[in-house]
């Protein structure tokens, strides 16, 4: 089985950009689909990316996803940041016979 | 509208068995490239895949945990069950169910139910 790494958490001011990462501990991050979901303080996970780089509707433009197959990698990227983006956020994969969230990343933007 | 809903027991003692029922509306499990998944939650930690059932009866299980686990569907009731054997203290979460589609694995978990916490205790 693989792992997926993130950072424990991340603060950045309001209006700015902050980047999450997510590190595949082995097989290529390429081969997989990531998904990112949000999860707000006593509720459901709500999808944020998926497929990499897609954005369901409703989504705002400053969330993006990428990939890095250098760092074996992929990023959540939060641009002009705001309060109500305050939230934790899970990385998702997957291989022929498992599906592997990340550890989380709590955003705080203060 | 897609919506989810998880029930069973808020408790249970240690060794036991738990049983979750998730009832949905709004897809049906015998439509193509619909699929169910558990995930749980504990309390204050990460979100941890548990099992996956499409809609060919194709079942998945996490790794660490299958040979506890079982998933089934009904698909005239609209509903997934999920068992899990010999239950302990640490199984403590919130369980969720949610759906996703297409025809791989970590397809994008699109809806999920609000969530049930089962606390294991004696």
């Given at each position: 089985n693989f792992?997926?790494?993130?950072?424990?958490?991340?603060?950045?001011?309001?209006?700015?950009?902050?980047?999450?990462?997510?590190?595949?501990?082995?097989?290529?991050?390429?081969?997989?689909?990531?998904?990112?979901?949000q999860q707000r303080p006593g509720s459901s996970p709500t999808t944020v990316i998926y497929e990499d780089t897609q954005r369901p509707s409703g989504v705002p433009d400053r969330f993006s996803?990428?990939?890095d197959s250098s760092s074996n990698s992929a990023s959540l990227t939060i641009s002009g940041l705001k309060t109500e983006d305050e939230a934790d956020y899970y990385c998702q994969s997957y291989d022929s016979s498992n599906v592997?969230?990340?550890?989380?990343?709590?955003?705080t933007v203060l | 509208?897609?919506?989810?809903?998880e029930s069973g027991p808020a408790l249970v003692k240690p060794t036991e068995t738990l049983t979750l029922t998730c009832t949905f509306s709004g897809f049906?499990?015998?439509?193509?490239?619909?699929?169910?998944s558990w995930?749980?939650?504990?309390?204050?930690?990460?979100?941890?895949?548990?099992?996956?059932?499409?809609w060919e009866d194709d079942k998945y299980y996490s790794t660490s945990l299958k040979t506890r686990l079982t998933i089934s569907?009904?698909?005239?009731?609209?509903?997934?069950?999920?068992?899990?054997?010999?239950?302990?203290?640490?199984?403590?979460?919130?369980?969720?169910?949610?759906?996703?589609?297409?025809?791989y694995l970590g397809g994008t978990l699109d809806y999920w139910g609000q969530g049930t916490l089962v606390t294991v205790s004696s």
């Amino acid at each position: 089985n693989f792992m997926l790494t993130q950072p424990h958490s991340v603060s950045e001011s309001p209006g700015k950009t902050v980047t999450i990462s997510c590190t595949r501990s082995s097989g290529s991050i390429a081969s997989n689909y990531v998904q990112w979901y949000q999860q707000r303080p006593g509720s459901s996970p709500t999808t944020v990316i998926y497929e990499d780089t897609q954005r369901p509707s409703g989504v705002p433009d400053r969330f993006s996803g990428s990939i890095d197959s250098s760092s074996n990698s992929a990023s959540l990227t939060i641009s002009g940041l705001k309060t109500e983006d305050e939230a934790d956020y899970y990385c998702q994969s997957y291989d022929s016979s498992n599906v592997v969230f990340g550890g989380g990343t709590k955003l705080t933007v203060l | 509208q897609v919506t989810l809903r998880e029930s069973g027991p808020a408790l249970v003692k240690p060794t036991e068995t738990l049983t979750l029922t998730c009832t949905f509306s709004g897809f049906s499990l015998s439509t193509s490239l619909m699929c169910v998944s558990w995930i749980r939650q504990p309390p204050g930690k990460a979100l941890e895949w548990l099992a996956r059932i499409d809609w060919e009866d194709d079942k998945y299980y996490s790794t660490s945990l299958k040979t506890r686990l079982t998933i089934s569907k009904d698909t005239s009731k609209n509903q997934v069950v999920l068992t899990m054997t010999n239950m302990d203290p640490v199984d403590t979460a919130t369980y969720y169910c949610a759906r996703s589609s297409g025809s791989y694995l970590g397809g994008t978990l699109d809806y999920w139910g609000q969530g049930t916490l089962v606390t294991v205790s004696s």
